[in-house]
């Protein structure tokens, strides 16, 4: 059993978060209402888990999700593009009722995005990050700073689901989902926990 729990936090609202856009490798910055409440997501965890320092800290290198840690009272250890968002290709900056117009029913979950990840390298990348973690988890908490979809893949590889599985699970700007086990058997101890209003 490990010592310590992985917290995911997903990055504060953006325009384009708000407006619907797929937001991968576009660096898009917080909006005020974003930075506020990426402060809060801070409050919130110091409550959940107490004022002990992680093990670990990795983020997105992306400006959103590093602006949200550093509001949330986390200095990032290191930077990793690994926590960087799924690669939307050609849908990059468009809402999923624009794809649907040349791509009817089109979902990331379901469908590819052409130019950009299939869910198995996205869970590749998943499979990494949290082979790393579990490493420091003796040592403590890990905390991991990225975003909605990638941190839904997190989420259920972590309880040994597909990729395409994270669709059953809501990570909200900003949120935290929290992983832990039960006797050594991986299990989700918290989703979307958040202060949203």
Do not use: C
């Amino acid at each position: 059993m490990s010592a310590g729990k992985v917290y995911l936090l997903r990055h504060g609202q953006t325009e384009w978060s708000v407006s619907g856009k797929h937001t991968g490798r576009t660096d898009v910055p917080l909006t005020e209402r974003g930075r506020v409440l990426a402060g809060a997501a801070g409050a919130l965890i110091r409550r959940v888990r107490g004022e002990d320092a992680p093990a670990l800290i990795v983020s997105s290198p992306r400006a959103r999700a590093r602006t949200t840690a550093e509001l949330a009272g986390f200095v990032p250890d290191r930077l990793d593009e690994r926590l960087g968002e799924w690669d939307y290709g050609s849908y990059e900056g468009r809402t999923t009722p624009e794809i649907r117009e040349t791509d009817p029913g089109w979902t990331v979950w379901t469908h590819p995005s052409p130019g950009g990840e299939t869910a198995e390298q996205v869970a590749a990348r998943a499979d990494g990050v949290l082979d790393e973690a579990r490493a420091a988890l003796p040592d403590g908490d890990v905390v991991l700073v990225g975003h909605g979809h990638f941190s839904r893949v997190l989420i259920a590889r972590w309880i040994g689901l597909a990729a395409t599985e994270g669709v059953r699970f809501a990570m909200e700007a900003p949120s935290w989902a929290v992983l832990g086990d039960e006797r050594g058997v991986p299990r989700l101890d918290h989703v979307n926990l958040g202060v949203f209003g």
